[in-house]
């Protein structure tokens, strides 16, 4: 069984480009969450989708950042014209759906902004 | 709002006890926890629900106070491999899924 998958592990962007994050769900799961750690920090809920719906974007921040996941192909995190402070871990979850189930983690991509 | 986690961080010898604490001030459906090593993904623990269910780790045990809105989380007889940072996330009525972590407690195991 795989687990949730992410890639890439490592991106380094320079002040300005563009950061697409890619997560694959477990085999089964329908929910992705993103949570991003910065250095030292704790996980910091961002997104909650469905397939091809936003269901709670309360976290993601009002510009720049923006969250799919299509009915084919993983979900998607897109930063556009990061900037140092975009420096982080982003990790994805995944689970079945029910607030009662585990939320199993990605790897997680180690984004580091020049 | 952030659940609160104590103690902020905890040095053990190896077979000592230690328990971490995680409150919130919302009414929780859930509490899930967590453990992370550096550099890797959060591996998960234990959820307790509300009610009494549990579901997790068999070496690892917890406890979820409703009408305190806090849970614990009891580590027995630690092992090296034990160390790592620990959080809770709490789920709470009408959000969904979604989990908002405490800011982690941080549990070195020394030989």
């Known amino acids: 069984n795989a687990g949730v998958m992410q890639n890439p592990r490592h991106l380094v962007r320079r002040r300005g480009q563009e950061a697409r994050l890619r997560c694959s769900p477990m085999k089964g799961h329908s929910h992705v969450y993103w949570y991003r750690q910065l250095p030292e920090e704790g996980l910091k809920f961002m997104v909650y989708l469905q397939k091809e719906n936003i269901i709670d974007e309360s976290g993601m921040p009002k510009e720049r950042f923006s969250a799919e996941f299509p009915k084919e192909g993983p979900s998607i995190l897109r930063i556009q014209q990061v900037v140092r402070g975009d420096s982080a871990a982003y990790f994805c979850?995944?689970?079945?759906?029910?607030?009662?189930?585990?939320?199993?983690f990605g790897p997680g991509t180690r984004l580091t902004v020049l | 709002q952030q659940p609160v986690q104590s103690p902020q961080a905890v040095i053990l010898r190896e077979g000592e006890d230690a328990v971490i604490n995680c409150s919130s001030s919302?009414?929780?459906?859930?509490v899930h926890w967590y453990r992370q090593k550096h550099g890797e993904a959060p591996v998960f623990l234990m959820i307790?629900?509300?009610?009494?269910e549990q579901k997790g780790h068999e070496k690892i045990s917890a406890s979820f106070n409703e009408k305190k809105q806090q849970s614990s989380l009891y580590l027995t007889a630690s092992q090296l491999s034990y160390s790592g940072t620990y959080f809770c996330?709490?789920?709470?009525?009408?959000?969904?899924?979604?989990?908002?972590f405490g800011q982690g407690t941080e549990l070195s195991v020394k030989p």
């Open positions: 919302k009414a929780l459906y859930s």
């Open positions: 307790l629900l509300k009610g009494g």
């Open positions: 979850a995944s689970s079945p759906g029910q607030p009662t189930d585990t939320q199993y």
């Open positions: 996330g709490t789920a709470t009525y009408n959000q969904g899924g979604k989990l908002i």
